[in-house]
């Protein structure tokens, strides 16, 4: 696991290659056995191919969302926030085992945050999203993962990027 979580680095260029759908059937299990807080599993996840509707997705936010219009999958995670009040950390869990298990499987991802950002002046992320995945409204979209082939090359972290110093034993 360590190894893993040193060499898995945020991705933002991938190769033009498709997901195999035997990888895209272990991430969504992946993302169906993330703990959820007393089982309530409040988490939907929408497995994005089309590459039309990729790059719709790729405009959902001012900034840091255009990438995504390279990537041959992305996974939309949403939560039915009427569901529990801990949805944003099921969701975020979801998110973050479906990136472990994209590093397992040779694949690159990145986080896209949705929640809490703009479209533009007068719409949010969230809104355009759901708009344009016809996602019901009591339903809140975390973020989206972009997945692909990697075309890029990160050096994974070392020992030495570990901060000790915001380790704290037994009191602040």
Not at 57 to 67: D, N
């Amino acid at each position: 696991m360590i190894d893993l979580l040193m060499k898995r680095r945020s991705i933002r260029k991938y190769k033009d290659m498709k997901v195999p759908k035997e990888k895209v059937d272990s991430l969504i299990k992946a993302a169906l056995l993330s703990p959820s807080g007393k089982t309530m599993t409040p988490w939907e996840f929408i497995v994005v191919e089309d590459n039309e509707t990729i790059k719709k997705l790729a405009k959902s936010k001012q900034h840091g969302s255009s990438f995504l219009a390279e990537s041959p999958l992305a996974i939309v995670v949403a939560a039915d926030s009427t569901k529990t009040d801990i949805w944003v950390e099921d969701a975020s869990i979801a998110a973050t085992i479906i990136q472990l298990e994209a590093e397992h499987l040779g694949l690159g991802s990145c986080w896209i945050q949705i929640r809490g950002r703009m479209h533009d002046e007068s719409k949010s992320a969230e809104n355009y999203i759901k708009e344009l995945l016809e996602i019901p409204e009591n339903y809140s979209v975390e973020c989206m993962i972009s997945i692909g082939y990697k075309d890029e090359e990160k050096k994974p972290y070392t020992e030495e990027d570990s901060k000790y110093e915001k380790i704290h034993r037994e009191k602040f």
